[in-house]
């Protein structure tokens, strides 16, 4: 399952890089396309900023068939406080993260890969994912607790969709 979440993340963030180079965000000295997984950050980094994305992953499906079909949910949060220290252009900076997150996810596949090696491995299979939907509280979207901290200078957006993926078939 680590394979389908890492080959996920890395899609959107090559095209999240690829379409507005300038949402970044510094982490320990180092400039990176700004969307994370929460889970792979060192807990000191856990206060959300925003401007950037971040992805929490949650509940696992199983769908039996001739080959178990896994699914996971994928929660996204992200925030504006604006763009020239009033906030009086949240809600339009929060709109173009909107876009962008629309963007990034379209195409709604790629090819998982394990990211557990370097250079990382093709695994011969893919994921694919819904589209996000979006709402501005966490129970527009089904989450089930909210894990940031509020400030009334931000605008908030809540995103989740479910990837889709089968386990990858070991060699023997």
């Known amino acids: 399952m680590q394979a389908a979440k890492d080959s996920f993340f890395m899609a959107l963030r090559e095209r999240l890089a690829a379409l507005n180079p300038a949402r970044t965000m510094v982490i320990d000295g180092v400039t990176l396309p700004a969307i994370v997984v929460r889970e792979n950050m060192e807990p000191r980094y856990g206060e959300a900023q925003a401007g950037a994305f971040y992805m929490d992953f949650g509940d696992i499906l199983i769908a039996e068939s001739t080959r178990p079909m896994l699914g996971v949910d994928c929660h996204i949060w992200y925030a504006s406080e604006g763009s020239g220290g009033t906030g009086v252009d949240r809600g339009r ?60 200078a931000r605008v908030e957006r809540y995103a989740q969709l479910r990837l889709y993926f089968f386990l990858p078939e070991v060699q023997a």
């Open 93 to 152: 900076v929060l709109a173009e993260m909107d876009s962008e997150l629309l963007r990034i996810c379209d195409p709604p596949h790629t090819g998982m890969r394990d990211y557990s090696q370097t250079p990382s491995a093709d695994l011969g299979s893919g994921i694919f994912w819904t589209v996000p939907e979006m709402g501005n509280a966490p129970g527009d979207v089904s989450i089930q607790k909210q894990q940031w901290s509020a400030s009334a």
